[in-house]
């Protein structure tokens, strides 16, 4: 089974420090992506990236960066926290629209 | 704007009944189309999937109905068991077959009634 791994569940920062949500992926998937979860917004795309050191925006790209430096690993970045990005982020890598695979998600809180 | 909607914010269906969950598209561009089960504190899971050249799909209890021509599709789940219970999001893709991501619905939490 394809894992992908969030390094933290949950995380409480500060308004202005820069956040790192890391996400790791075991398949040798070529796309990766990040989401944001809100109740009643659903899930919104946030950045992608379809191979090392690509990267594409996505819906929602303001306050984020993102890193790809090697091909299992795909960082979001927030340069500095606000408290308008406290959500559930979800990482997920896939081969295609049939291959999604999603990380347990981490729920960031920014006070 | 929305280009996938789930109009439903939440869905209430006793055990044992047939679950009906709606979403429509806006994008004719859209050519495959998924739902994802979600719980709490978790990822969302795959369930089902239809191609556009499909108007059923099915999976066990499940069955995914698309209807083209009105950019409508439907979940159906029979018979509905307490573990069903989760919110459920529609999702599409488009040309670029899911590269650029898929584009999701804002749910539709799913309550089974012992």
């Known amino acids: 089974d394809v894992k992908v791994t969030q390094s933290s569940r949950y995380l409480v920062k500060r308004t202005g420090e820069k956040v790192f949500l890391e996400c790791v992926q075991d398949m040798d998937h070529e796309n990766m992506f990040w989401y944001r979860q809100d109740p009643g917004l659903g899930l919104r795309l946030i950045y992608f990236?379809?191979?090392?050191?690509?990267?594409e925006k996505g819906d929602i790209p303001e306050g984020y960066s993102v890193s790809r430096e090697k091909k299992e690993r795909f960082s979001l970045i927030l340069e500095s926290a606000s408290t308008n990005q406290t959500s559930m982020y979800l990482c997920a890598s896939s081969t295609g629209p049939n291959g999604y695979t999603f990380g347990s998600g981490t729920r960031l809180t920014v006070v | 704007d929305q280009q996938v909607k789930q109009n439903s914010p939440s869905l209430s269906v006793q055990e044992g009944r047939i679950s009906i969950l709606n979403c429509d598209y806006t994008?004719?561009?859209?050519?495959?189309f998924l739902w994802y089960k979600k719980y709490p504190a978790e990822g969302p899971t795959f369930l089902i999937s239809?191609?556009?050249?499909?108007d059923k799909n099915e999976d066990g209890r499940f069955t995914v109905f698309l209807n083209k021509s009105a950019k409508h599709l439907s979940l159906h789940i029979v018979p509905s068991q307490p573990g069903d219970s989760a919110v459920y999001f529609c999702?599409?893709?488009?040309?670029?077959?899911?590269?650029?991501?898929?584009?999701f619905g804002k749910g539709t939490h799913l309550i089974i009634q012992p």
């Open positions: 990236s379809y191979d090392v050191k690509m990267k």
């Open positions: 994008n004719s561009m859209f050519d495959y």
């Open positions: 999702a599409a893709s488009g040309v670029r077959g899911g590269a650029d991501g898929l584009t």
């Open positions: 239809i191609s556009s050249i499909k």
